[in-house]
């Protein structure tokens, strides 16, 4: 009996294993990640950089706290020009100045657009991008605040979402749910001001967007705000078949890191709470 019972706990425990399992599937997940988003910049770059800086700094001495980084995203987005790079980045400052005075945008300043629950963000995909996922079918015209608050909003998402960024790796990605999206939610003009402060202010920043549970009125929506947004931008928007929406979705995000609402295992977390 005795070496019965020695042989049984000698056995390993299945909890025991699957623990295991998980712990290293995370280890290697970790690593894939850390492999996959070390974008460090190229002596090219570097010295374009420099180029942009003696520029811009000479028309507002305020940008000499600005990084390298935050510099390399406006001279990828106008294909490394350094004058049309430093036109837009100071034109990014004088609206930032203007538009969010006090360095951030606070809760306090958009009740409206935050009581309408559609924003939420958690986890992150294969390549260590911060997920936010938008309820497209929440969104309605706002009728108190008008599309200031909502301009404000969208720069409060934008600012917590690059907040869990990093140098080399600064993009984060969008899970744009459109279930029960309807005429109530074609806020033409607030989408359209959406996308100006996304390719205006905020550039390489957005690595992914993902459309899921697409219905067939958002297409023509989709076909007024087309013209509005560039060939870069359009390159990173995919329509997800609803037949395949889960394997697509596990196609960028492990499933630890994809939300409940779509068969993972990460809650969604209100964005202001984030």
């Not at 990084?67 to 790079?85: G, I, S, T």
Request: charge should be neutral.
């Amino acid at each position: 009996m005795e070496v019965k019972a020695e042989a049984v706990a000698m056995e390993p425990n299945n909890d025991v294993l699957l623990s295991e399992h998980r712990l290293k599937q995370e280890t290697i997940e970790k690593e894939e990640i850390q492999v996959k988003c070390n974008d460090t910049i190229t002596e090219q770059e570097n010295y374009k950089i420099e180029l942009m800086r003696a520029v811009i700094e000479k028309q507002d001495p305020s940008s000499k706290e600005v990084d390298e980084y935050a510099l390399r995203r406006f001279l990828r987005a106008r294909d490394l020009d350094v004058e049309k790079a430093s036109t837009m980045f100071l034109k990014y400052l004088k609206w930032r100045q203007s538009f969010v005075p006090k360095g951030s945008i606070s809760a306090c300043e958009i009740p409206n657009e935050i009581a309408q629950n559609k924003m939420f963000m958690q986890g992150v995909d294969k390549q260590g991008r911060p997920i936010a996922v938008v309820f497209g079918g929440r969104h309605i015209q706002n009728k108190i605040g008008g599309v200031e608050e909502f301009k404000r909003f969208i720069v409060f998402a934008l600012d917590k979402l690059c907040a869990r960024t990093s140098p080399g790796r600064e993009k984060f990605v969008i899970i744009g749910d459109l279930q029960g999206f309807g005429y109530s939610s074609s806020d033409v003009r607030a989408y359209l001001a959406a996308l100006s402060i996304v390719q205006d202010c905020y550039p390489e920043r957005l690595g992914k967007v993902l459309l899921v549970n697409v219905p067939y009125l958002f297409c023509t929506l989709w076909k007024m705000l087309c013209p509005f947004i560039d060939n870069n931008t359009k390159k990173k928007i995919v329509f997800v078949e609803n037949k395949r929406l889960r394997a697509t979705l596990l196609q960028d995000i492990n499933e630890s890191q994809l939300p409940e609402a779509y068969g993972g295992k990460m809650p969604l977390v209100p964005i202001q709470d984030a």
